[in-house]
């Protein structure tokens, strides 16, 4: 089994700053795929990045687009997100998430991934 630990949330006022770390465990990092959401209270669980199991693409919710940036470790084990500018509106828990598969097309939608993290709460203060 998979498994996934967010870690680095917290609070944080508007347009401050917050890094997000993923490690990962239980498979060949290296090779697959990686994404992260979030989710709101009272709101479903919403697609924010993800990336290719080689780096070499990025996806990015519109949302966050020019705010966020994802990267991933294979060194490591770790998936990271850095978040700048960041605004009331992102205030959520952010989970990352592996695909069952390894390699493929990187997903942008909860049912292309099937390991998740406990997720990491992020508060952002107006």
């Known amino acids: 089994q998979v498994r996934l630990v967010e870690s680095g949330g917290g609070l944080v006022q508007t347009g401050g700053s917050l890094r997000l770390s993923c490690a990962a465990s239980?498979?060949?990092?290296?090779?697959?795929?990686m994404g992260w959401f979030r989710q709101a209270p009272g709101k479903e669980r919403v697609f924010v990045a993800s990336?290719?199991?080689?780096?070499?693409?990025?996806y990015y919710a519109e949302s966050v687009k020019g705010r966020f940036t994802i990267s991933k470790d294979n060194a490591k084990n770790t998936v990271y997100l850095q978040m700048n500018s960041l605004k009331p509106e992102d205030t959520a828990v952010y989970y990352c998430?592996?695909?069952?598969?390894?390699?493929?097309?990187?997903?942008?939608?909860?049912?292309?991934?099937?390991?998740w993290g406990q997720g990491t709460p992020v508060t952002v203060s107006s």
């Open positions: 239980g498979r060949t990092f290296s090779i697959y795929n």
């Open positions: 990336i290719s199991w080689n780096g070499g693409r990025t």
């Open positions: 998430a592996a695909p069952e598969k390894a390699f493929g097309t990187v997903g942008s939608t909860t049912g292309d991934f099937s390991f």
